[in-house]
């Protein structure tokens, strides 16, 4: 995609968004918002509740935001979840209502920082939140529910959870964006799944794991993407099929540059720089080796 294909709200005083920048601060998002799914925290702050399985926990915690729904609309939601994997969070809104899950979530997020000694001096954390503020108000949310949930829950008085919750907005806000684009291209949610594990994203292990798809879901979603030429009849990703891919994520790209555009080039770029060590401090410690160092794993 040409950035002179970028729509008008997509043009910042500093030019067109380049989408080199929008990958770059995407990544950055995605990589200071994942350790929420990792870290031990988040298990014990579940636990609380009485929910010690991982999977309900996490469609929980991520949920949360939209309030007490139905399984099946954080089916519809996080898209590339089996319904049997989402199924399973029933019974979560029992054990705390989600105004309490959203509250354990901050508060292991906040535990999780301060153990691995995530670094902002007072002026970057106030810099970084003039800078995501502004996104966070400006976005379009039509048709973004996971990012329109979040930018709804009220910031903890913690500043640098509050921080992480705007960058959680970012993040989801992407990832709404991504489902459409992958709805465009044809692929089902078992089917995006498979070729972004044979494309080496995300260990196939994990994902078989966390979204469970069973066998015979897992070769009919297989041979559908051989049938498209973009797997080989052993499940290897063809070059076609990775050209599909990374078009895929220039279209997300494309999508995310209204986005940014408040801020500009610029100041996603200084944006992505100033978030860093928080990934910079969960790395150190080993927190993200179990994917691979990804952080698209969410």
């Known amino acids: 995609m040409h950035l002179d294909t970028l729509p008008d709200d997509a043009r910042t ?7 080199n920048t929008v990958r770059d601060v995407s990544r950055a998002v995605s990589a200071a918002h994942l350790f929420i799914y990792l870290v031990p925290e988040t298990a014990e702050e579940a636990a609380e509740f009485g929910v010690t399985d991982r999977g309900p926990a996490y469609l929980a915690f991520r949920s949360a935001a939209m309030g007490a729904v139905p399984w099946q609309v954080t089916l519809a939601a996080f898209y590339n979840f089996s319904p049997r994997a989402v199924r399973a969070m029933v019974g979560v809104w029992d054990a705390a209502p989600p105004a309490r899950w959203q509250a354990a979530r901050f508060l292991a997020a906040g535990r999780a920082m301060r153990r691995v000694n995530v670094h902002l001096i007072d002026d970057h954390l106030a810099e970084a939140r003039s800078l995501i ?27 640098l959870v509050a921080l992480w919750q705007q960058i959680t907005v970012a993040r989801e806000w992407r990832g709404d964006a991504h489902l459409v684009v992958l709805a465009d291209n ?8 498979v070729l972004h594990t044979a494309t080496g994203r995300l260990p196939t292990a994990l994902a078989r794991a966390t979204r469970r ?3 015979e879901e897992w070769s009919a979603a297989t041979a559908r993407l051989v049938a498209r030429g973009w797997l080989d009849s052993h499940g290897v990703v063809t070059d ?17 540059a209204a986005l940014w555009a408040p801020i500009g080039n610029a100041g996603a770029r200084r ?3 100033l978030i860093e060590p928080i990934a910079n401090a969960f790395a ?15």
Request: proline letters at 8%; glycine letters at 10%; aromatic letters at 6%.
């Open 13 to 19: 005083g500093d030019g067109p968004m380049n989408l």
């Open 284 to 298: 150190a410690v080993g927190t993200f080796q179990a994917v691979r160092g990804q952080p698209d794993l969410a």
């Open 213 to 215: 798809w069973d066998d």
């Open 240 to 256: 076609a099929g990775s050209a599909a891919r990374e078009r895929i994520e220039v279209e997300t790209d494309a999508h995310c």
């Open 186 to 193: 044809g692929l089902r949610p078992c089917d995006c799944l």
């Open 271 to 273: 944006f992505a720089s």
């Open 133 to 159: 503020d502004p996104v966070v108000a400006g976005a379009d949310y039509a048709g973004k529910m996971l990012a329109a949930a979040n930018a709804s829950v009220a910031l903890p008085f913690d500043p």
